[in-house]
Each structure stands twice: as C-alpha cells, then as structure tokens.
C-alpha cells in the first residue's frame, strides 16, 4: 500500500500541501470548492500534474470565487477550454462550472458547502459517492473519496505514523470525531 505522506514530505511540489492542507477541516467555501475542482481535474491523470498546474488553474478559474465561477457564460467555457494552463476537458470544465451554481445554492439552506457537508456528516464512502453523485457533476468514487479524506471528512489522508495524522486531529478533524470504528476498510482508501 502506497500512502501520499511516502513520498510527499520533502517534495517541492507536495510538501505543503500534504503538510498544511491535506486531511485538515475546512470551512471556508472557496477553498473546499477549489479542492473540490482540483479533484475533477485530476480525473485519470497524476496528483503530481494538478499540483503543479494548481497556480494556473486558480487564475484560469478567478481564485475558485464561487460566484465568479457560477456566472461564467459560453464566452468563459470557450476561454477555459484554449488555456494551457488547465486541464482542457469539456467535461471536466461542464461540471466546475455547474458545480458552482450547486455550491452557491447550499447558502440558503445550508449556510454554504461546509454547512451542507456538516449536515451529512457522518456518512460511509458508499453513501456520501451517492449524495455527491445526486448533487453534483463528475463525482465518481474515487474524487469523492479523495475530496472528503483531503477535508477530514473520512480518514485515511495520512498514515497513523505521519506526524500530520496527529495535527488533523488536533485541528478537529471530522470523522474522528465520529470514530474510526464507525468507518469499514471500503471507507479509509489509500491516499493520492
């Protein structure tokens, strides 16, 4: 089995974020919204890849601001799709832009993302993949599993032995608030 916190510490493109992001709760909504993307990005292609293209990715998609992202028309698509500096998926770019429109929608009943994530919490793998599939677009097993290990909402984003797994922790990790025996193996998916 292979664990991201193997080859991540001391690398320059992993380091920070293994160290300072992955595994760690969130709440605000441009940030879960940008994992969110970077993961339907990452779709069939290496993590290595989206990290390295995340700071163009980030100025493709104005900073990941949900309501700039939920307004974008047909001249924004067609400009996304001719910028190397992204991931040039129609489908992938479809389900970003329509995904924000769902993002922005949760403030009403849910206050935002993190509200709307705090309300089905806790939840098994298998579960939360249905939600996010009813929910959103481009939102398989493994992007929902990735998404929700990467914002504490289910373990296995480092390995026990990982001095970050104790700092998630600390940091109010949501699934360990719930317990580790409340997960089955299905639920705790190697990371990146």
């Known amino acids: 089995m292979s664990w991201y916190c193997d080859y991540a510490p001391g690398n320059p493109v992993h380091e920070g974020y293994h160290d300072r992001e992955y595994g760690f709760p969130k709440t605000d909504e441009r940030d879960l ?9 990452q779709a069939g292609l290496s993590w290595d890849l989206i990290m390295k ?4 990715m980030r100025a493709a998609f104005d900073a990941f601001r949900v309501d700039r992202v939920a307004a974008y028309g047909e001249t924004d698509r067609t400009r996304l799709l001719a910028d190397p500096r992204i991931i040039r998926n129609r489908l992938k770019v479809n389900a970003i832009l329509h ?3 769902i993002v922005r929608s949760m403030r009403g009943e849910f206050g935002g993302f993190a509200g ?4 089905h919490h806790p939840r098994r793998h298998a579960e939360w993949v249905r939600l996010f599939k009813k929910t959103f677009r481009f939102t398989g097993p493994e992007i929902v599993n990735e998404f929700l290990m990467c914002t504490g909402h289910l373990p296995g984003a480092h390995r026990e032995t990982c001095p970050v797994h104790a700092r998630t922790l600390a940091a109010g990790a949501a699934w360990a608030a719930v317990g580790a025996g ?5 639920d705790t998916a190697t990371a990146p």
């Open 33 to 41: 919204f940008e994992l969110l993307c970077l993961e339907i990005m």
């Open 53 to 56: 293209r995340r700071a163009g």
């Open 99 to 101: 995904n924000a429109g």
């Open 116 to 119: 709307w994530l705090d309300a």
């Open 182 to 186: 409340f997960f089955t193996s299905a």
